[in-house]
């Protein structure tokens, strides 16, 4: 197959072209490597707290230029203006919280007979990083903030929709002042640009985020050089409402339509206690009908666009128009628009029931007891978050440790918070990103042995 040797990045919310920039080869894949690797080990042999400082003042770099990322993010992305700032202000947050980790990075001393045990944790390499573009910003710094922070380079692989931000975020790291080589982004294809990087010999590690299909594939060619390997991949989430909740916050339809829809931790799965299921499927079409669907740069829109004509054509592939549901409005275009829905005649082991549709779709399906809602919950290939909504502490106590995901919330719909971590159960993913572990899983660990035996008497 023949690839474009330049990515046209498309506004989704006009079609109208934003740039176009050159897509990397292998051999350019190559060249970055080799710049990296040289980097890395100046990098490595830095101190630590002058680490730790470079990687604040990239936050702060970062912090000026909010406005102008997040005006970029909702130009190739389409994101809300509001969301596009958050996502933005995520990657200083991370910045900021990756450079306080550099100095606490310590290993340890275990008591031996005979001499002294230390291990030492030594930075990894350069680590190469596939980023999606349903959060190009954050996702892309999920990854390289900590992998930076312990002393990695990273070679970044945005997707081919959504090179811009991560373009300008690396030539903010070099008004930084952080080497040249250290942080480099490579737009690209990912069976070319993404397959090199995943092969490359030279890169120590794959922090790969998007489709379950294609993160079983750089888990396979990654298992080829026994490399390790962090998956974020695909999520079909419950919310588990049960008869005794604030059923109107509960069925907030911004748990699904957030970032209209293509957010992993999306609540698409609304499994709702038969009794109140009548009151909720009320709240929901009300809810969904009220929904303002535009210009993601006009502060009063609540949903924008799809990412591309290929994604809108795959959510109507999985939502024919003619489903029994509940339908908010769309634009009909330019631009790639799909109305908020709630499907309500899925049957639960439906492939848009089961499977990650990645659009503001969801499916409503009622639950009888604690036991039903468990058994439902758990029945995807899937297990990356999730919410539960009761009064009842022992009810809420035991869904937590029934439901197999990641991430929950109880009595809540929030999801990620850079300081905790993150990561999914099952086809959801491998490794866990952010929180307090985030730069241990961008080292090795190596043990070392020196005798305090004294020459033989
Ligand atoms: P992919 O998983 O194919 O893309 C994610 C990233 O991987 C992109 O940078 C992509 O590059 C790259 N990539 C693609 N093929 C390879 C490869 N062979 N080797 C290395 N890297 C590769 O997702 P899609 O964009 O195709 O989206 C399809 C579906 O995936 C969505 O509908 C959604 O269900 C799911 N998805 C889930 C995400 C999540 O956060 N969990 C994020 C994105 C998608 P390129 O852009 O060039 O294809």
Same mark, same amino acid.
């Given at each position: 197959?023949?690839?474009?040797?330049?990515?046209?990045?498309?506004?989704?919310?006009?079609?109208?072209?934003?740039?176009?920039?050159?897509?990397?080869?292998?051999?350019?894949?190559?060249?970055?490597? *080799?710049?990296?690797?040289?980097?890395?080990?100046?990098?490595?042999?830095? *101190?630590?707290?002058?680490?730790?400082?470079?990687?604040?003042?990239?936050?702060?770099?970062?912090?000026? &230029?909010?406005?102008?990322?997040?005006?970029?993010?909702?130009?190739?992305?389409?994101?809300?203006?509001?969301?596009?700032?958050?996502?933005?202000?995520?990657?200083?947050?991370?910045?900021?919280?990756?450079?306080?980790?550099?100095?606490?990075?310590?290993?340890?001393?275990?008591?031996?007979?005979?001499?002294?045990?230390?291990?030492?944790?030594? #930075?990894?390499?350069?680590?190469?990083?596939?980023?999606?573009?349903?959060?190009?910003?954050?996702?892309?710094?999920?990854?390289?903030?900590? *992998?930076?922070?312990?002393?990695?380079?990273?070679?970044?692989?945005? *997707?081919?929709?959504?090179?811009?931000?991560?373009?300008?975020?690396?030539?903010?790291?070099?008004?930084?002042?952080?080497?040249?080589?250290?942080?480099?982004?490579?737009?690209?294809?990912?069976?070319?640009?993404?397959?090199?990087?995943?092969?490359?010999?030279?890169?120590? $590690?794959?922090?790969?985020?998007?489709?379950?299909?294609?993160?079983?594939?750089?888990?396979?060619?990654?298992?080829?050089?026994?490399?390790?390997?962090?998956?974020?991949?695909?999520?079909?989430?419950?919310?588990?409402?049960?008869?005794?909740?604030?059923?109107?916050?509960?069925?907030?339809?911004? %748990?699904?339509?957030?970032?209209?829809?293509?957010?992993?931790?999306?609540?698409? =799965?609304?499994?709702?206690?038969?009794?109140?299921?009548?009151?909720?499927?009320?709240?929901?079409?009300?809810?969904?009908? %009220?929904?303002?669907?535009?210009? #993601?740069?006009?502060? $009063?829109?609540?949903?924008?666009?799809?990412?591309?004509?290929?994604?809108?054509?795959?959510?109507?592939?999985?939502?024919?128009?003619?489903?029994?549901?509940?339908?908010?409005?769309?634009?009909?275009? #330019?631009?790639?628009?799909?109305?908020?829905?709630?499907?309500?005649?899925?049957?639960?082991?439906?492939?848009?029931?089961?499977?990650?549709?990645?659009? #503001?779709?969801?499916?409503?399906?009622?639950?009888?007891?604690?036991?039903?809602?468990?058994?439902?919950?758990?029945?995807?290939?899937?297990?990356?978050?999730?919410?539960?909504?009761?009064?009842?502490?022992?009810?809420?106590?035991?869904?937590?440790?029934?439901?197999?995901?990641?991430?929950?919330?109880?009595?809540? &719909?929030? %999801?990620?918070?850079?300081?905790?971590?993150?990561?999914?159960? $099952?086809? %959801?993913?491998?490794? =866990?990103?952010?929180?307090?572990?985030?730069?241990?899983?961008?080292?090795?660990?190596?043990?070392?042995?020196?005798?305090?035996?004294?020459?033989?008497?």
């Amino acid at each position: 197959m023949s690839y474009e040797h330049e990515l046209t990045v498309l506004n989704p919310a006009t079609e109208e072209v934003v740039a176009t920039v050159p897509a990397a080869t292998a051999a350019d894949v190559d060249a970055a490597v *080799a710049r990296a690797s040289k980097a890395q080990a100046r990098w490595a042999a830095v *101190a630590p707290a002058d680490r730790a400082r470079l990687l604040r003042r990239f936050a702060d770099v970062v912090d000026r &230029h909010v406005e102008e990322l997040a005006r970029l993010e909702v130009r190739e992305a389409g994101h809300l203006l509001g969301n596009a700032r958050w996502e933005a202000g995520n990657v200083r947050d991370l910045l900021a919280y990756a450079a306080g980790g550099v100095e606490r990075l310590n290993g340890r001393q275990i008591p031996v007979p005979g001499g002294l045990d230390i291990t030492l944790l030594e #930075p990894l390499g350069v680590v190469g990083v596939i980023a999606p573009w349903n959060f190009p910003m954050p996702i892309a710094a999920w990854g390289a903030a900590p *992998a930076l922070a312990a002393g990695n380079a990273v070679v970044l692989k945005p *997707a081919e929709t959504t090179p811009l931000t991560a373009l300008r975020l690396a030539e903010l790291a070099l008004e930084a002042g952080l080497p040249e080589g250290l942080f480099q982004v490579l737009p690209g294809h990912g069976p070319v640009a993404g397959t090199a990087l995943v092969e490359h010999p030279e890169v120590a $590690k794959i922090v790969f985020t998007g489709s379950t299909r294609t993160g079983r594939d750089v888990m396979e060619r990654c298992a080829r050089q026994v490399k390790p390997v962090t998956l974020e991949l695909g999520g079909k989430s419950p919310n588990i409402v049960f008869a005794d909740a604030d059923l109107k916050t509960a069925v907030d339809p911004f %748990s699904f339509l957030d970032n209209s829809g293509q957010d992993c931790c999306a609540r698409t =799965r609304i499994l709702v206690q038969e009794s109140v299921y009548d009151e909720v499927r009320e709240l929901l079409a009300d809810a969904v009908a %009220s929904v303002v669907v535009g210009d #993601p740069a006009d502060e $009063k829109t609540q949903m924008g666009p799809l990412i591309s004509r290929q994604q809108l054509d795959r959510v109507r592939r999985l939502v024919p128009s003619d489903a029994p549901g509940l339908r908010g409005i769309a634009p009909d275009g #330019p631009g790639f628009w799909f109305a908020p829905t709630v499907l309500t005649g899925e049957a639960p082991d439906s492939e848009a029931a089961r499977e990650e549709i990645f659009g #503001p779709v969801a499916v409503l399906l009622p639950f009888t007891d604690e036991q039903d809602a468990i058994r439902l919950a758990n029945d995807t290939p899937y297990g990356l978050s999730g919410s539960l909504w009761t009064r009842d502490i022992g009810r809420a106590l035991r869904l937590s440790r029934a439901v197999k995901a990641g991430n929950l919330s109880v009595n809540s &719909h929030s %999801s990620v918070r850079y300081w905790t971590p993150f990561g999914g159960y $099952k086809q %959801s993913g491998l490794g =866990r990103e952010l929180g307090p572990d985030a730069l241990t899983a961008f080292t090795e660990t190596k043990n070392v042995f020196i005798s305090t035996e004294g020459p033989a008497q």
